[in-house]
């Protein structure tokens, strides 16, 4: 199974497809990862507070995978978004995954109502990583179009990726289009929307119709939208599956019905970006 890349803004490209790290237990992320390795996944999504990044650095060194053949993204903690914070913090991301350099770098929550709004000067700090070569590229995840627009605006450095809550039940068409105009990858957290779509009668006929699970559906219906998504699972037999969906397509008919799941904000998840504030201990 090939996985398509997607071109980024900045001339590099990265695998549609990944495998997130979210909620895997620090203990147990080395092995997940090993297993996800081994399966075929190429492109992992982890972050500072995930508190697994030792565990995925442990399973691509015991992978022997060529550097090159391998995409790892990680995501700045809300707690660290002052510069030196966030220099301090990037270090010990590299560290902890024992690399030199990371693909992509993100910051991971707007915080518009904490750092007396400001998120520029974290977003300016992070193109120092690119510029001094530790990271291919840099990006932001729960950006509303308003927090793109300013940091695009005010620094005149495009994200290459918004990481943002898409499912069929939260489609976030706003946000969505927000980035396609500044040329952003939308990359979609919670494909699957938490293994909800599992539970709904219409992606269940779909998937009856196609011969696929409920999850390959879902996971489909994003390939074709274009966004990046990386489903997390702890079960091997999942993993499986959720690689899996290179070979079928859904008809305009399917892809049709699946957009009009889309629940608008009553189909929201997790927190609303606008309000977030969580900083962990
Ligand atoms: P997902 O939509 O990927 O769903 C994961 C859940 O679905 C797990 O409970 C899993 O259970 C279950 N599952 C996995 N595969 C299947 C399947 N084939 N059939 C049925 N159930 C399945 O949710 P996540 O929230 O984990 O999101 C994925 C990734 O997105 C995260 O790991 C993280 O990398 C990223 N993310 C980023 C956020 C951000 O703020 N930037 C926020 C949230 C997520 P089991 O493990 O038991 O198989």
Known sequence: MTVPRIELINGTSIPQLGFGVAQVSPEDTADTVRKALEVGYRHIDTAQMYENEAGVGEAIRAAGIPR????ITSKLNTGFHRPEDARVGFGETLERLGLDRIDLFLIHWPMPTQYDGDFVSTWKTLGEFVEDGRAASIGVSNFQPDHLDKIVAETGVVPVVNQVEVHPFFANEGVRSANAKHGVVTEAWSPIAQGTVSDDDTIGEIATLVGRSPAQVAL??????????????????????????????????????????????????????????????
């Open 68 to 71: 090159d053949e391998l995409y």
């Open 220 to 281: 489909r219906w994003h390939i074709q939208r274009g966004d990046v998504i990386f489903p997390k699972s702890t079960k091997v037999e999942r993993m499986k599956q959720n690689f899996e969906i290179f070979d079928f397509e859904l008809s305009p008919n399917a892809m049709s019905t699946l957009d009009e799941l889309d629940r608008g904000e009553a189909g929201r998840l997790g927190p609303n970006p606008d309000v977030f504030d969580y900083i962990p201990s």
